[in-house]
């Protein structure tokens, strides 16, 4: 009976390690997006500066 159990909690260990896994897969490609869009601001306040700074 206990074999059932050890089982059942080596299973739920891998899945936990799966869950951690993809967690921090999707943390990393959301930083990755979130530091694109700050980049793309960024060019673009510098952009506005620049036409602003032309008149």
Same mark, same amino acid.
């Given at each position: $009976?206990?074999?059932?159990? %050890? #089982? =059942?909690?080596?299973?739920?260990?891998? =899945?936990?390690?799966?869950? $951690?896994?993809?967690?921090? +897969? !999707? =943390? +990393? @490609?959301?930083? @990755?997006?979130?530091?694109?869009? %700050? =980049?793309?601001?960024?060019? @673009?306040? !510098?952009?506005?500066? #620049?036409?602003?700074?032309? $008149?």
């Amino acid at each position: $009976k206990m074999e059932g159990i %050890d #089982d =059942k909690v080596g299973e739920t260990i891998v =899945k936990i390690a799966e869950i $951690k896994t993809a967690v921090n +897969s !999707q =943390k +990393s @490609q959301c930083r @990755q997006t979130v530091n694109r869009f %700050d =980049k793309t601001i960024g060019e @673009q306040n !510098q952009t506005l500066i #620049d036409l602003a700074g032309r $008149k």
